[in-house]
């Protein structure tokens, strides 16, 4: 022990030393202490050394501190020091630091009032510590209550919650959130029954039983024992509520700054409310009960608002109106009975003034009587053996007994409350197990303490003997479980405290004996207090300076009572005659407080009948004297009675505790007064719960967490395979005293300080190892830098002689070439000096024989231009000489010409008046004569010709003399206009000589004018400059706005696309919400629906009961089918309701209300459903009626227009064909531009086709006629032929038909006929159908004709109003658009026919196979299909070809149930899933579905989806915990959905078919409204496969990813305390991360086996991962023991793998890995530096996916391991509240774990052809026909 001693106190080693302000001061050793040393040398925390001296006696050490690893534990008994200070210690850092209100003391919860509302008890944190045990959650008022309700379940147990502490500590409130929780756990929240109840009660007691005191302003006056009443499920099922110790006294007397009760003060602030009135209240200042304590108002609070709550709360439990009329009246009468004045009348007597107004105003509420109320107020009856007389009172004694009556009626009208909550509360269901919550006052010590105190105080003293001794037995039972050395441990007693108040002669029964005696006063008992207990007791002192008090050592403190007032409230005594006056009254109520408990009646119920007055007698009255007897009754001895009741309640339960503590008087937030705290603990246990784990050993480690722990401690040789003898020989060595430790079963015990002790030599190891391992590492680094100094200096020699060896060859290699550079440059000189001489003497040479050229050249130029012009001038010259001799020439020739010209004509003139020379002219005439006739002939027709010509001409030119005349009648006026202009010629040249001096005037301006031009134009040109320069700098500002623009256009474009993503994202936000709250709908209703059935069921078992034979048959129908089902389920719910009707007689009347309210609500339902689907009815019928009446009227009027029309549509009909025959051909005569045009070779093969084809559809319909009547022929010939078979012997067989009898071949005739008759029905039927039609369509026909005509009509009339060339090109476009929509109308018929053609071929070719195989016994020669053959027929099933399958499956009416039974109901998916292809139930009852829609049966298709719908749900619901099962039915539901997508016809869908699967498309009935009913069922499976995979992993998540240590040796394990906590070391049969991975796999093999949609899975994987990481946090949130570095790490390798995951299943970008963010987040937090504001702002960036108050709730938890971690500290976690203030977000600590995402399924089409599906023989499905 010594060498421990000396081990711990040694120097920086911290201890605590007591204070007068902080109780407890820690400080700091500054030199090691000896065993021979008187004192200490010590150094506070503010650097002050002190020498603090010890006990020359005791040697008495100061306390030691923990070290830090361990201060702020959850749970006190871990802390390795238990003490005073290391508990308050421990409280105020989870306080002040963390803010953390709740901490574990053992067995109990000690809980610090933060005067602050805290967002730790909303339902996620219900649901967070539901089912989970105490130790593994931060402590918490849920825990408390969880482990409570699980003890109940497990051990079939009763439990209490105590809750105790001082006024104003919280008590009321911890109450409440423990029903609140029973309430949520058990189910009954959601009913909102009893908790509601419960809940509702508290305004009124808060009302009735609260009041403002100087420590609280709302402190309950009264305790309260709650019972919360359990079924056999564990279901809240009721309550009771018991109170003890009213606190009458207030009612008349309030001490200074405090206030009576809440409900006078909510009256008189609702006075002027109408219906209070007659009440005569005013405010509280009027009324002496309510003004004493002279604080009337509490701030904050609004009393009227008040009362309205504590009606609302009245109204709630069932009180009615005029009850609550009621008791307001007695709280009034009670402020005026206080303020009725009483006179002294003489010394012994006194009176009331005969018309006091308030005791008129009490009597006329309390209905009795002025003077009998005003005699007894100042009168008293006395008794003797044998007369009674009235005796007057003094004016103190009248007043006393007026308060008196005053309290006797509050406490009668609050006891008459606490009755009808009781009896609202109260349920007939048997109770098989309750909760006791005890709301009760603490330990209690004032300047004056009085008879409330004094009971308070003994309650608490038996309250303490209760627990101390429930602790002393956990204590025993742990040491006994691990067969630990049982040893008595020594703890307070205070059971002579106890006998020295209740025993014999104690103080109670001494008061009681004084408040017998005639003349007992305070005095008296006082005296008898001291003589008979101040010398026996040590526990009963007596004061120095007072002989009317004494004092009591409690087991907190010494409390001092004033004796004054003890008997008085004892006796609690009442005017006898003041209570006969009250029971007379004529108020109904007022009777009913004073009657019996079995007489008073409920306020529900009926209201009892007047009371009349009672007469006064004189005489006695045995019947009053037996009830003044019990009235006698003193308020001790009913004290003690029901708290000996209450230890009875409590020790027949498991109890739990929780202690509740006031941290300042001033209600401050998170302030932490030490003084107040240490009293406090004192006084409720906590310290002796403390005292007691210390006495024994306190500290608990199993085998496994000491050897994680303390591996370091020991050797590799010291490891032994038993971990349990490891561990002792480890201690063995490390601590000598084997007292210090035991050795239990699976644990080791220590006693209080061995922790730290084995922690400080664990932390020396480590220190140690680290100091070994700095050495180590600081001599690598040495030597590892001498090593790269090393090396750095061999290279920069190298590099330096490398260096120099350069410089010289550089210099060598410069040198040499200085030497040749020389030698070129003076080459160069040379050369250029030689060069300059030679070109010198070159120019000169040049210049002198250019100059010689040149002279030379100008000789020889002037020589040749001299010739030219000689050349050119004598040229000139003779040419001019040749002109003049040639025009003299010629003029001779022509005078001698002209000459002889004048001769010869002269000769001519005489010849020709010769004959001779006319003869000589006429010889050879008439044959010129001839070819002159013919000349002429030819001549005329030229001549006519040109006469022609000459007429057109003359034409023209009349037109053109006309012309030239005008023109010439023009110049002749230009004529005249020219002379008259010539003679203005003179005065024009006049004018010109004057224009002329103008002009030169004018050139003179000009030139002035040009001057200053130019003048100008310089200025102009300067300001042009100028001009430029400003317009260059407005250009450049222009691009700069240009530049500016462009950039704010930019980031308006990206603004805009960040606000579209934006808009987007909420749009798809809102969208996921809208689905979400559809889907949370389809979830209620879901639950609605399994709730009915669960009643229905209950319903049935009760009829089973009561008539065994009876059963009654379940069903669950879907939301959507109400339009199809509503009759069958309207009388199955008749048929429920009679069946409820005959049960409720024999069943419980809570239950039957409860059923009958549940059955109503869902008839009402029900009926809203149903009357709206009347309603719809109505309205379609209606809407028929109204369109039958319309058509009825326009057919009347249609019959006879038809029969008019007729003729005229047949002849318009035939001039369509006409045109119709016209236009083809038009079309085949014209040149189409495309090969598939109209006319077009192809288009007319087309025609060709449909043409062949319609005649081929006619020949096909007479064949397909005749081959059924074949068919029937021969089947009645073979049923015959098999009727004979079966009577006759087979050689009668062989007979010929011929031979038959007469009445067989009348039978076989009649029978013939019979189905020929048949035949010949269907046919006319079917004619009669396919005549309906054709009307139907001629009727269509005739309306389109209509619409083209009214169509034509406009247009025609539109065309007449355009102008001629418009009109035309309309008209062409109007022809052009018509000819081809009919010649796309013509396609679409087209392909109808083809496809109609195409199916009737099947048809055919099956009726022909068909034909074929039962025609296979006919002869060739037979000519009739019904005559029999000699040979027996032996019908041969022939195969198909699976060509010829159309992927439909029939099957009958009566094989339905037969289907969905093996199909649905009967189905292992284990085996489909293994064996058959994915989704084949899905496809099997689609190809039903589509054979039932190809025969056109409607009925047939709603009874299957019907009946497809319930059986899921069937299934579901029976084995809807079976993943597989769950699985299997998603990914067929969601098949089945595809496929009625796949195969609707909708374009949408069938772009994504083949042409094969296009002709599979339903054709008869269009089925969206059931797609959605099945997505709707498809939703509810995807929930409840959710929430199945949820339960199989919610087991394996916390430990798997917190509590497994996946890297080994990271994370150490710290102390723990007596609430167990889940050990992180991983124990068998513990779940680990792999456990996960595999179920995560096997959760994604499964549902791929299943064929469930690739999409599909990646939502549920997002899904399954936001529950993994939601759930790891929110654990991490509730646990500050995984809230360090080392945890982090653990929990990032874990994300990580998980990640992985994804990444091997292909499944990243599903989301699931954005899910896990707020997780990584929350590591990452654990893991980042938290001191500067660098590392602030790096959080705040960093957790954007974390609240903040997650983040502060991860900064507060933040606990290190290691001493080398350091704390967060507090202004850290201030600035990271201040950089996050501006947050928007949900103050919400927890995330949602039942949170589902939107589920969507998108459309995925099946490539699986339906003809090729194979249905298997093990499904049981051969009444299946394939078509």
């Known amino acids: 022990m010594n060498r421990e001693l000396e081990y711990m106190f040694v120097q920086s080693a911290r201890v605590w030393i007591p204070d007068a302000e902080e109780v407890w001061k820690s400080a700091e050793l500054t030199k090691d202490y000896k065993n021979d040393d008187a004192s200490l040398q010590l150094m506070l925390e503010d650097g002050t050394t002190i020498d603090h001296k010890l006990d020359p006696k005791t040697k008495n050490l100061p306390y030691l501190r923990n070290p830090d690893i361990l201060v702020g534990e959850n749970d006190l008994t871990a802390l390795s020091y238990l003490h005073e200070p290391a508990v308050l210690h421990n409280l105020k850092v989870r306080f002040i630091d963390s803010k953390l209100i709740y901490t574990y003391c053992g067995i109990v919860l000690v809980a610090i009032n933060p005067y602050e509302t805290l967002p730790i008890y909303g339902t996620d944190i219900i649901n967070a510590y539901s ?1008 069946v409820g009707e005959d049960v409720t007689r024999g069943m419980d009347t809570s239950l039957t209300l409860k059923l009958q309210k549940r059955v109503t609500e869902l008839e009402q339902e029900k009926q809203s459903l149903r009357n709206e689907l009347e309603n719809k009815e109505e309205q379609f019928q209606r809407a028929r009626a109204r369109d039958d009446a319309q058509f009825r009227k326009a057919r009347g009027a249609e019959l006879e227009y038809e029969s008019l029309k007729r003729q005229e549509l047949e002849s318009e009909n035939k001039k369509l064909r006409h045109d119709l025959a016209e236009m083809r051909q038009s079309l085949l005569g014209g040149t189409a531009a495309s090969a598939g045009a109209p006319g077009s070779p192809a288009y007319k093969v087309l025609l060709d086709q449909l043409n062949a084809s319609c005649e081929e559809l006619e020949v096909r319909k007479e064949e397909v006629l005749i081959l059924r009547s074949q068919l029937v022929s021969q089947k009645e010939a073979m049923h015959h032929k098999d009727e004979k078979e079966t009577m006759t012997e087979p050689s009668v067989f062989a007979q010929d038909v011929n031979k038959l009898k007469d009445a067989d071949e009348l039978k076989q005739a009649y029978v013939g006929l019979k189905d020929t008759n048949r035949l010949l029905e269907q046919q006319l039927q079917t004619q009669r159908r396919t005549h309906d039609s054709e009307v139907e369509s001629l009727r269509g026909e005739l309306q389109n004709v209509k619409e083209e005509n009214n169509r034509q009509q406009q247009l025609l009339a539109q065309n007449l109003q355009l102008p001629p060339e418009a009109r035309i090109e309309a008209s062409l476009q109007h022809e052009i658009t018509r000819l081809t929509n009919e010649n796309l109308d013509l396609m679409e018929q087209l392909e109808k026919q083809d496809r109609t053609i195409r199916k009737l071929k099947k048809q055919l070719k099956v009726y022909s196979k068909r034909i074929g195989e039962m025609g296979a016994g006919h002869t060739e020669g037979q000519t009739s299909p019904g005559q029999m053959v000699e040979e027996p027929i032996h019908p041969v099933n022939i195969p198909r070809r699976e060509k010829d399958f159309q992927g439909m499956l029939e099957y009958k009416k009566e094989d339905e149930m037969k289907l969905v039974k093996n199909l649905i109901l009967e189905l292992k998916p284990r085996g489909v899933a293994v064996n058959l292809i994915p989704g084949l139930p899905a496809y099997i009852l689609f190809m039903c579905l589509r054979h039932s829609d190809y025969v056109n049966d409607d009925q047939k298709v709603r009874t299957l989806l019907t009946s497809t719908i319930n059986s899921i749900k069937k299934i579901l619901k029976k084995r809807g915990d079976d993943f597989e099962t769950v699985s299997f039915w998603l990914a067929n539901t969601c098949r089945f959905l595809h496929c009625l997508k796949q195969y609707s016809g909708d374009e949408v869908f069938m772009k994504h078919n083949t042409s094969r699967q296009n002709e599979h498309c339903l054709s008869n009935f269009d089925l969206a409204e059931y797609r959605q009913v099945i997505s709707d069922l498809a939703i509810q499976i995807y929930q409840q496969l959710v929430k199945c995979m949820e339960n199989i992993l919610q087991p394996m998540i916390v430990s798997g990813m917190l509590e497994h240590e996946t890297i080994q040796g990271v994370s150490g394990v710290k102390p723990t305390g007596l609430r167990k906590r889940t050990s992180s070391i991983a124990d068998e049969g513990t779940y680990t991360l792999d456990s996960i991975l595999r179920q995560l796999s096997a959760f994604h093999s499964t549902m791929c086996q299943h064929g469930t949609d690739p999409e599909l899975i990646k939502q549920v994987v997002k899904q399954l991962f936001y529950i993994i990481g939601a759930v790891t946090l929110n654990n991490l949130l509730l646990r500050k023991d995984m809230c360090s570095w080392s945890k982090g790490m653990q929990i990032r390798y874990n994300v990580s793998q998980l990640e992985e995951w994804l990444r091997d299943k292909g499944l990243m970008n599903c989301g699931a890995k954005e899910t896990l963010e707020p997780l990584i987040q929350a590591a990452q937090l654990l893991q980042v530096k938290k001191k500067t504001d660098e590392d602030a702002e790096a959080i705040c960036s960093m957790c954007h996916a974390l609240t903040t108050a997650q983040i502060v709730k991860v900064l507060n938890l933040y606990t290190p391991v290691n001493e080398f971690e350091e704390r967060v500290s507090v202004s850290f976690i201030r600035t990271i509240q201040t950089r996050l203030r501006d947050r928007c977000e949900s103050p919400q600590l927890l995330m949602d774990t039942k949170m589902i995402y939107p589920v969507t399924f998108p459309f995925n089409p099946s490539s699986l052809a339906l003809e090729t599906i194979q249905i298997p023989t093990s499904l049981n499905l051969s009444f299946l026909t394939r078509v």
Request: glycine share 4%; aromatic share 8%.
């Open 131 to 1138: 089912g989970q045990n105490m130790g593994d959650m931060d402590p918490h008022i849920f825990a408390v209550a969880e482990e409570a309700y699980k003890q109940m379940a497990r051990d079939e147990r009763n439990q209490s919650i105590i809750v105790s502490g001082e006024s104003g500590a919280g008590k009321t409130v911890s109450a409440k959130y423990a029903m609140r929780y029973f309430a949520t756990v058990s189910g009954s929240a959601s009913e909102a029954n009893v908790e509601e109840k419960v809940l509702a009660s508290n305004p009124i007691m808060e009302a009735i039983g609260n009041a403002k005191t100087t420590r609280n302003d709302n402190s309950s006056r009264f305790g309260k024992y709650i019972e919360i009443g359990f079924d056999n499920r564990y279901r809240i099922i009721g309550a009771n509520m018991r109170t003890y110790l009213l606190e009458k006294s207030r009612v008349v007397f309030q001490a200074d700054e405090e206030r009576n009760y809440h409900i006078f003060y909510q009256l008189c602030a609702s006075a002027n409310q109408p219906e209070f009135k007659n009440l005569r209240l005013s405010t509280a200042n009027d009324f002496l009960y309510t003004r004493q304590g002279r604080s009337p108002v509490i701030e904050g609070v609004d009393d009227a608002k008040e009362l309205r709550t504590t009606r609302h709360a009245f109204t709630l439990l069932g009180i009615n109106e005029s009850y609550q009329i009621g008791l307001f009246q007695v709280l009034a009468a009670i402020l005026h009975l206080g303020n009725v004045e009483i006179k002294d009348r003489d010394s012994d007597s006194s009176l009331i003034a005969p018309n006091n107004r308030h005791l008129t105003a009490f009597c006329e509420l309390v209905g009795v009587t002025y003077q009998d109320m005003s005699q007894w107020l100042c009168h008293r009856k006395l008794k003797t053996a044998t007369e009674t007389y009235i005796k007057p009172l003094p004016r103190l004694q009248a007043t006393n007994a007026r308060d008196a009556l005053s309290k006797h009626i509050y406490a009668k009208l609050f006891n008459w409350i606490v009755e009808h909550v009781n009896k609202a509360l109260v349920t007939n269901i048997k109770q098989h197990s309750f909760i006791g919550v005890l709301d009760i006052y603490g330990f209690e010590t004032f300047e004056i303490n009085s008879f409330e105190q004094f009971c308070i105080n003994y309650a608490n003293e038996k309250l303490q003997q209760q627990f101390n001794m429930h602790v002393f037995k956990l204590e025993q039972e742990e040491y006994m479980k691990e067969q630990i050395p049982w040893t008595l441990i020594d703890f307070y007693d205070n059971q002579p405290c106890i006998n020295l108040i209740e025993a014999k002669m104690g103080i109670l029964d001494l008061l009681d004996e004084e408040c017998k005696m005639p003349k007992g006063s305070d005095d008296s008992w006082a005296q008898k207090l001291y003589n008979t207990h101040l010398k026996t007791c040590s526990l009963f002192e007596k004061p120095r300076m007072s002989n009317r008090a004494f004092i009591i050592q409690h087991f907190a403190d010494k409390v001092e009572y004033q004796c004054e007032g003890f008997l008085e409230k004892n006796k609690d005594t009442v005017n006898e005659e003041q209570i006969h006056v009250l029971k007379a009254s004529k108020f109904n109520l007022l009777v009913e407080l004073f009657q019996d408990e079995e007489k008073a009646t409920t306020p529900t119920g009926q209201v009892p009948g007047t009371g009349g007055r009672t007469r006064l007698s004189i005489k006695p009255d045995k019947g009053r004297d037996t009830s003044s007897k019990e009235h006698k009754k003193t308020v001790g001895c009913q004290f003690r009675n029901s708290l000996q009741m209450l230890m009875e309640t409590l020790n027949a339960t498991t109890p739990h505790y929780v202690r509740c503590i006031k941290p300042n008087d001033f209600k401050l937030a998170f302030s932490f007064d030490p003084k107040r705290a240490v009293q406090q603990l004192r006084a409720c246990g906590v310290l002796e719960t403390i005292r007691i784990s210390a006495a024994g050993f306190p500290s608990r480690w199993t085998y496994q967490e000491f050897f994680s722990r303390y591996r370091v401690l020991m050797k590799q040789k010291d490891v032994l395979p038993d971990k349990k003898l490891t561990c002792k020989n480890v201690l063995e060595k490390l601590v000598q005293d084997q007292d210090k430790y035991q050795f239990g079963k699976t644990k080791i015990f220590f006693r209080a300080g061995q922790v730290a002790y084995l922690e400080k030599l664990r932390a020396d190891k480590l220190r140690a190892a680290c100091i070994r391992i700095q050495k180590t590492i600081r001599c690598w680094l040495a030597r590892k830098k001498y090593l790269r100094q090393r090396s750095a200096a061999i290279t920069i020699q190298r590099f330096t002689r490398g260096y120099q060896a350069r410089c010289l060859a550089k210099f060598m290699r410069r040198t040499q070439a200085a030497t040749i550079i020389q030698k070129y440059q003076r080459m160069c000189v040379e050369r250029k000096r030689f060069r300059q001489k030679q070109a010198a003497a070159l120019a000169m040479q040049t210049i002198l024989r250019a100059y010689m050229a040149r002279q030379k050249y100008q000789a020889l130029l002037r020589e040749h231009k001299a010739v030219i012009i000689q050349k050119h001038v004598r040229g000139w010259l003779a040419r001019c000489w040749y002109k003049h001799c040639l025009e003299a020439i010629v003029y001779l020739q022509c005078c001698i010409r002209r000459m002889r010209a004048k001769r010869e004509l002269k000769k001519l003139k005489i010849e020709a008046r010769s004959v001779e020379h006319f003869k000589k002219l006429n010889k050879g005439m008439e044959n010129k004569i001839m070819q002159l006739q013919r000349k002429i002939d030819e001549q005329n027709k030229d001549n006519r010709v040109i006469s022609e010509r000459l007429v057109s001409l003359e034409s023209s030119y009349a037109s053109e003399s006309e012309r030239m005349r005008g023109e010439l009648g023009r110049l002749r006026g230009v004529e005249e206009d020219a002379k008259n202009k010539a003679n203005q010629v003179s005065s024009l040249l006049e004018e010109l000589e004057k224009l002329r001096k103008e002009l030169s005037v004018t050139q003179q301006e000009k030139k002035t004018i040009e001057d200053w031009a130019q003048k100008y134009r310089d200025e102009m040109e300067k300001m042009v400059s100028e001009l430029k320069d400003q317009n260059g700098l407005l250009k450049k500002e222009k691009d700069d706005l240009n530049r500016m623009i462009q950039e704010q256009s930019q980031q308006m474009t990206e603004k805009m696309t960040r606000a579209i993503a934006q808009e987007t994202q909420q749009l798809e936000t809102d969208l996921n919400e809208e689905r979400s709250r559809y889907q949370n709908l389809l979830t209620e209703h879901l639950r609605l629906e399994e709730k009915y059935d669960d009643l229905k069921e209950e319903l049935a078992q009760s009829k089973n009961v009561s008539k065994p034979g009876h059963r009654r048959t379940d069903s669950t129908h879907s939301s959507n089918e109400s339009e199809y089902t509503y009759n069958s389920e309207y009388a199955e719910l008749e048929d429920g309701s009679r």
